[in-house]
């Protein structure tokens, strides 16, 4: 049953390009950092047309509230219309009820990278890394 779990979701950036305007495609993803010897995860929401990040929550430990927070900053921050899409990663806490719920409250379409691309969300990849390696490390 995971398998199919995992398998299910489409990818609704097949072409991977980016938006005409703001508010169009909202990219997110989490990642961890160590602050003061303990692990913290950040989930992050980013417009793909202005590659602003519009919403972002922190807490240790990693679950659908974490990714539920950010969404929800960047709903009250942007106010988007219904039709908005959401493109993840498969992650358990973008795929769970908690998360999937909100999307379907505010009107949005979840997209999801293909199973084993990680370059589908190459955006947010790439803002990981920046963020890590100029004021972190």
Request: net charge positive.
């Amino acid at each position: 049953g995971s398998r199919r779990f995992l398998a299910s979701g489409e990818n609704l950036r097949s072409n991977g390009g980016v938006p005409d305007e703001k508010n169009k495609v909202w990219v997110a993803d989490v990642t961890y950092l160590k602050v003061k010897q303990r692990w913290h995860y950040l989930s992050v929401i980013m417009d793909l047309y202005s590659r602003r990040i519009v919403g972002w929550s922190l807490d240790v430990t990693r679950t659908a509230e974490v990714t539920k927070r950010s969404l929800l900053a960047a709903v009250r921050k942007r106010q988007p219309r219904s039709g908005l899409m959401v493109h993840t990663d498969r992650g358990v806490e973008y795929r769970g009820g908690v998360y999937q719920t909100e999307l379907k409250r505010h009107g949005m379409k979840h997209s999801l990278n293909r199973a084993g691309h990680c370059t589908d969300n190459a955006h947010m990849e790439s803002f990981f890394h920046s963020l890590k390696a100029e004021l972190i490390r």
